[in-house]
DNA sequence: TAAAAATACTCCATAGGTATTTTAT
DNA sequence: ATAAAATACCTATGGAGTATTTTTA
């Protein structure tokens, strides 16, 4: 049975006649006259008895008619709310991003977006790189923001801002502002945990040098920035961090940056969506908002 | 859009796969795909993202979900429903009768069948018979028992009982048992008005023998079986009335039948029905109960 | 006679199928 | 290699139309 029977069938029923009911819905009058035949067949009974010109609708049609306004209605109302879910730019954001961007990036960001839409509210969930690609690969995440490029088939990448890594000591510790690449082994060194964004690009750089993580001096390895960072102000030992996390420190004189000769860590921190989902218009506004960004 | 759109859209949401809900419904997997890319075409928004091999409803989807549901419900219910009241044999039967058989015939055939249908109950509504021929022709009536034919192409006519009209006059008047034909133009007559079919049935029968109602010495016209009946006890007039009217005033000797040779009043009465109304099941049975008495 | 519904037919969209291809596990 | 969805293509049903007939007011 089609929606189109029960509204033929209705306007048959408030017309008493076929040729006004087809007048309304601008359908011929043999039309009518077939529909309402299926939906008796369909029924097994007759909804009108035709008395010469006259119509007269049977019990069944009475029953038929009290119902089936309720289900046009209800049809025409989820076409209207699909419409305006399709459109509506409120609800929330949920934004996955690994530490650094989640922590010195995002919320700049978030809040000058806010500026326009201020309807949109954001929920930002902060995991390593590996961890929120996987959640955006397995579909509990729409977007996220990382600081390495994991392959994987299923995402999208696009680059949103530069960032560059650099060898950090404790300001109190004594040692020279710029060092040679082979003097970095020898050194005690912090480092994150092996799903971070920041280590994976570190040592995407160091090998290209000839350098492999098993060949520093590690003295601990650490679940969060911060803690590096704690670790490092201690003089426990160096590590190689995101230029962002550490701007205050540097400018407080709480860090001391140490320049490597030849070695220059730049990385990008990427929007990661999925290639084959479809987005919330709230979503898409932001997405586009931040490859907005990422080209200037 | 389909019922059945909607049938198939809830059996993908809820199996997570095409294939799945193709095998709940007995169709092929493609089948299910075109159907729902109609419905999708017909939103204008995409209800799943297909991820590889797992599928994934999109918020549009979720609120169709929810509500279309409810819609397939309803579309049951409504066929349930008719199903219900197409074989109820339940609900209430509306007799219209004329004076005679409304008052004489009626009471004990329905007092009988209901013997067998203790859930059907009944109105009867007594006019003269113009006026319930007319209210089954009109279709404000779908039964009519009446007692003399009216004819009218749309009604279908059954004969009931068969029934006689005889020359009745009060006992007290002295008088012969037994007149001819040509006494009855002089004595002081009784009539029902013209709708009755009574009357009627009277008027053809002596026309039929050559006399005309303005023949008559009509005293007065009145407009009850029982008017008449009292009129006649009161020594006003003769009359002609049904012997099953006045049979018990017969009995006790209120009312005394005279004879009128060579005039042999017979008469049936109808079941009228409207040739192109449909009955709800209650009136079928009931007919169908008439229909074997008038064969009987 | 005129108005309304039914009927007969034609045309085209689409529901349904089968066979095949694409894609991801 | 396999399982699932998409795609291509075919057929038959049924929706919508025009033209005509039937029926009744």
Same mark, same amino acid.
């Given at each position: 049975?089609?929606?189109?029977?029960?509204?033929?069938?209705?306007?048959?029923?408030?017309?008493?006649?076929?040729?006004?009911?087809?007048?309304?819905?601008?359908?011929?009058?043999? *039309?009518?006259? $077939?529909?309402?035949?299926?939906?008796?067949?369909?029924?097994?009974?007759?909804?009108?008895?035709?008395?010469?010109?006259?119509?007269?609708?049977?019990?069944?049609?009475?029953?038929?008619?009290?119902? !089936?306004?309720?289900?046009?209605?209800?049809?025409?109302?989820?076409?209207?709310?699909?419409?305006?879910?399709?459109?509506?730019?409120?609800?929330?954001?949920?934004?996955?991003? $690994?530490?650094?961007?989640?922590?010195?990036?995002? /919320?700049?960001?978030?809040?000058?977006?806010?500026?326009?839409?201020?309807?949109?509210?954001?929920?930002?969930?902060?995991?390593?790189?590996?961890?929120?690609?996987?959640?955006?690969?397995?579909?509990?995440?729409?977007?996220?923001?990382?600081?390495?490029?994991?392959?994987?088939?299923?995402?999208?990448?696009? /680059?949103?801002?530069?960032?560059?890594?650099?060898?950090? #000591? #404790? !300001?109190?510790?004594?040692?020279?502002?710029?060092?040679?690449?082979?003097?970095? *082994?020898?050194? /005690?060194?912090?480092?994150?945990?092996?799903?971070?964004? *920041?280590?994976?690009?570190?040592?995407?750089?160091?090998?290209?040098?000839?350098?492999?993580?098993?060949?520093?001096?590690?003295?601990?390895?650490?679940? #969060?920035?911060? !803690?590096?960072?704690?670790?490092?102000?201690?003089?426990?030992?160096? $590590?190689?961090?995101?230029?962002? !996390?550490?701007?205050?420190?540097?400018?407080?004189?709480?860090?001391?940056?140490?320049?490597?000769?030849?070695?220059?860590?730049?990385?990008?921190?990427?929007?990661?969506?999925?290639?084959?989902?479809?987005? /919330?218009?709230?979503?898409?506004?932001?997405?586009?908002?931040?490859?907005?960004?990422?080209?200037?």
């Amino acid at each position: 049975m089609d929606i189109h029977h029960l509204k033929v069938f209705t306007a048959v029923f408030k017309n008493r006649s076929f040729s006004k009911a087809s007048e309304q819905l601008s359908l011929t009058q043999p *039309t009518i006259s $077939s529909h309402i035949k299926a939906v008796e067949d369909e029924l097994g009974c007759k909804l009108f008895d035709r008395v010469g010109r006259t119509i007269i609708p049977t019990k069944e049609a009475e029953l038929l008619y009290s119902r !089936a306004s309720e289900i046009i209605e209800n049809l025409e109302e989820i076409k209207s709310g699909i419409c305006r879910i399709k459109d509506d730019i409120g609800g929330e954001i949920i934004i996955g991003a $690994s530490t650094i961007p989640g922590t010195y990036i995002i /919320p700049s960001i978030v809040s000058e977006f806010k500026k326009k839409y201020k309807e949109i509210s954001f929920q930002v969930i902060i995991e390593d790189s590996k961890k929120i690609t996987d959640m955006v690969a397995c579909d509990q995440l729409l977007l996220g923001i990382v600081g390495a490029k994991m392959e994987n088939r299923k995402l999208e990448y696009r /680059p949103l801002v530069e960032d560059e890594l650099i060898l950090v #000591s #404790s !300001a109190k510790a004594l040692g020279r502002k710029t060092i040679s690449m082979k003097n970095i *082994t020898g050194m /005690p060194f912090l480092l994150r945990e092996e799903g971070s964004g *920041t280590r994976k690009t570190m040592e995407r750089h160091l090998s290209g040098r000839g350098i492999d993580v098993k060949d520093l001096n590690v003295v601990a390895v650490l679940g #969060s920035t911060d !803690a590096v960072k704690e670790a490092v102000k201690s003089g426990l030992g160096a $590590s190689i961090l995101s230029r962002v !996390a550490v701007r205050d420190d540097l400018k407080l004189g709480i860090l001391r940056e140490v320049k490597v000769k030849g070695l220059n860590m730049k990385r990008s921190f990427y929007i990661i969506t999925h290639r084959k989902r479809t987005f /919330p218009k709230s979503y898409r506004l932001f997405i586009d908002y931040l490859y907005l960004k990422g080209k200037a």
